[in-house]
């Protein structure tokens, strides 16, 4: 979460706690309190990534998948998570579609990553939030 807060993105719940303990009632996360996977996620070893995903939340049910990949690959990179998400990340899309799609995701997080920690802040959040419009950041 270090790194995080390190690139401008609030991430400071009081509490991280296990989903497991919830039994069948899944609690949903808040600022405050973030529930995760973490029995599963320590058995893959992906602890660190499960967190970094925790904090990559679009205000909607359905954002755009374009959106949602971008988002998860920047916040990955600054936590040094690029390879747990290369391995973890499921296309719908297959074949030349799906490599043309991860050339685009790719240079638009390399862009953003040339900017300063500010600006890359203002795009991730602005990235959750035009996810949910129908707009492509």
Known sequence: MADLRKSGI??????VT?????GRKQ???TSHTWYLDLS???RSKAVRYETMRSVVKFPCASPD??????ALRWAA???GQGDVYDKNSKR???????TKTEQQIRTVVADVLTEPIAAQ???FKRTLTLGCSGSQS
């Open 18 to 22: 296990d989903r497991m303990l919830d």
């Open 77 to 79: 990179s600054v936590t």
């Open 40 to 42: 599963a996620a320590d």
């Open 121 to 123: 802040a203002n795009w």
């Open 27 to 29: 609690k949903s996360s």
């Open 65 to 70: 998948p374009f959106a949602q990949m971008v």
């Open 92 to 98: 719908t899309v297959t074949g030349s579609a799906a």
């Open 10 to 15: 609030d991430a400071n719940p009081s509490l």
